[in-house]
């Protein structure tokens, strides 16, 4: 065993070495900026993952919907008994909660809405849309807040953002749409998919473990 395993390290070795050392002819990559000219926006990143690459993009994000899945049916048995108290710092955090709450979702709506002009997109806004309910849950309270979102509506949403971007994935590559405003719609689909994907997993391993 330990020599299979010394074989296979150093075979990973040797496949690296032979790719740092370029002994193989690489292939020219284009380049970015007549890409990102051709979508109509600035952002080369973002022509490439929401234009030359949407199918993968939508398929990362059919991956993420399947393991939001796994998690809600595979916790679902395990439930912690009684209700999550908030933790001992909630006056603080809740106070913190009023005032960051709402700069945070605009920040997030601006990650996502400028991401076909620079920095940013649809996975780093639902990122911190997450973060912004996770401030909540720990200033609140995970079951109250869950409560307060109504989390059957939250799922139907979560479908509703994958069914939609799925079209508009239609719309650019089948039928030839190149606009910015396809690039908005497209982030901010993905951002709203990530943020509720985020609340979902934290939701279930908190009332799993009985803790936020």
């Known amino acids: 065993m330990k020599l299979l395993l010394a074989l296979g390290i150093l075979g990973l070795v040797g496949i690296l070495a032979v ?3 370029g002994l193989w002819p690489r292939a020219d990559f284009p380049d970015p900026d007549p890409v990102a000219r051709g ?18 993009t939508l ?5 993420y919907v399947v393991a ?13 008994k009684g209700e999550l108290p908030p933790v001992s710092e909630t006056p603080l955090l809740r106070r913190s909660a009023d005032l960051l709450l709402g700069p945070i979702l605009v920040f997030a709506l601006y990650v996502a809405a400028s991401g076909h002009l620079g920095p940013g997109g649809g996975f780093p806004a639902g990122a911190i849309l997450g973060s912004a ?8 309270g995970m079951e109250r807040v869950s409560a307060e ?27 030839g749409l190149r606009t910015p405003a396809a690039f908005v719609t497209a982030n901010l689909l993905i951002a709203l998919e990530v943020a509720i994907g985020a609340w979902a997993v934290l939701h279930r391993f908190s009332s799993a473990r009985g803790e936020v």
Do not use: C
């Not at 309910?133 to 609140?140: P, S």
């Open 39 to 56: 979508w109509r926006v600035t952002n080369a990143v973002a022509a490439i993952v929401l234009g030359l690459r949407l199918w993968d």
């Open 149 to 175: 979102l109504y989390e059957p509506r939250l799922e139907s949403l979560e479908y509703l953002a994958v069914v939609l971007l799925v079209f508009l994935a239609a719309l650019v590559l089948i039928l």
């Open 133 to 140: 309910l996770l401030l909540l849950a720990l200033a609140k």
């Open 19 to 21: 790719g740092i050392a």
């Open 68 to 80: 939001m899945v796994g998690v809600r049916f595979l916790l679902v048995g395990l439930h912690w």
């Open 59 to 63: 398929l990362e994000v059919l991956v």
